[in-house]
């Protein structure tokens, strides 16, 4: 079986996700190297201007980051 545990539905969140954060992404973080998480950091820093879709999204990401032992 292809996909593991979080299979399409984890692919489909994930877009969604994308989708929501698009526009912050290419004005705040424009000149971020996609990879190892330096997005999202970059996401994270600039919480304070986020759309609220994308602050939802973030904090929601953030949050499970942390439950996980990551530091943000």
């Not at 292809?2 to 994308?18: C, E, F, M, S, V």
């Not at 000149?31 to 998480?37: D, F, H, L, Y």
């Not at 904090?59 to 032992?69: D, N, Q, T, V």
């Amino acid at each position: 079986m292809r996909g593991g545990l979080g299979g399409k539905n984890a692919k489909a969140k994930k877009n969604k996700g994308n989708k929501v954060c698009a526009a912050d992404v290419q004005k705040l973080c424009g000149e971020v190297k996609p990879g190892e998480g330096r997005v999202r950091d970059c996401l994270i820093k600039n919480a304070d201007k986020l759309s609220e879709g994308c602050k939802t999204r973030t904090e929601k990401l953030k949050a499970r980051l942390e439950e996980k032992g990551k530091k943000v």
